[in-house]
């Protein structure tokens, strides 16, 4: 039997993988060479960017799976509980980054201006921007919170690590030693606010919110132009679990039809509803004209 080969979604969640560790050897190393608590705190975030990156890969392939007996509806929610996880070691970094800053601010350490770790720093951080756009441009079309997430995160992390840098300098022209450790600690407070972020909107997607309002708004106009012959249609339910959109509702008939015409009338609303929402699941509950609750959308 031949394997289905990874989708779009798994191979970026393996090179996020690739990159976190090559990001990291090139911070390290910046650190080392610089002796800055500043650019050390950088590559401890870069660890929790490696660790993302490995969660976020297995969550995207579970979330590939077909569902199955045991899971019926799917595996597309691994994506949301994947990025709690990573808002969770983003905290735990945050913590050890927050104990770094303490002791460096009363035991200030020297620095050094050494171009080759300095330029390492800046290597490392345009790789991460352009794979932080990358991530995020994929999550979209992919319709992967796990890619998203960690985009926005990586985002986060290449604006702290700019800000770094140039602090990073200015604390060894000026002489002032408790600056690196002052900049470790907004960096600490940088990446705790995203993980905040990453949570929230992660709880959102397991509370099964609904499709955005113009998305929903282009279901009820395609329902109601495309249900010729039904009666209406109401209580309509939508949510979203990954990349996957769940669409329900009653769909009222009169009660002369037969069971082979009603069947027609979801076909063609089912056609249309795939072409407008791409990966929806489509359940239509027939009922007859006694069913009618004169609510919802009136069918034309």
Known sequence: MNSTPPSLAVKVAAGSLV???????????????????????????????????????????????????????????AEYFSAVVIGVFIAVAALMIFREAWLGFFN?????????GLTVSVIATALNAFWAFWLVRVGRTERSPALAADGRHLFTDVVSTLGVLAGVVLAALSGWAQLDAILAALVGLTI?????????????????????????????????????????????????????????????????????????????????????????????????????????????
């Open 192 to 300: 705790l606010w995203s993980g905040w972020g990453l949570i929230r909107q992660s709880v959102v997607g397991l509370m099964d919110v609904a499709l955005k309002p113009e998305v929903l708004d282009r279901v009820r106009t395609i329902i109601a132009e495309n249900a010729e012959g039904a009666i209406e249609a109401h209580d309509i339910r939508t949510r979203q679990a990954g990349r996957i959109s769940f669409i329900d509702f009653h769909l009222v008939v009169p009660g002369t039809m037969s069971v082979e015409a009603a069947h027609e009338i979801c076909d063609q609303i089912e056609g249309k509803l795939r072409e407008a929402v791409s990966e929806a699941q489509i359940t239509i509950h027939v009922e007859p004209e006694n069913k009618a609750k004169h609510s919802g959308i009136v069918v034309v």
């Open 108 to 116: 200030p350490r020297d620095l050094r201006l050494d171009p080759l």
């Open 19 to 77: 990159v976190g560790l090559l990001v990291l050897a090139l911070k390290a190393f910046a650190a080392w060479a610089t002796g800055s608590i500043a650019l050390f705190s950088d590559a401890l975030e870069s660890v929790v960017n490696v660790v993302t990156a490995l969660v976020a890969l297995t969550a995207v392939r579970l979330a590939a799976k077909p569902a199955d007996a045991s899971l019926p509806y799917g595996y597309h929610k």
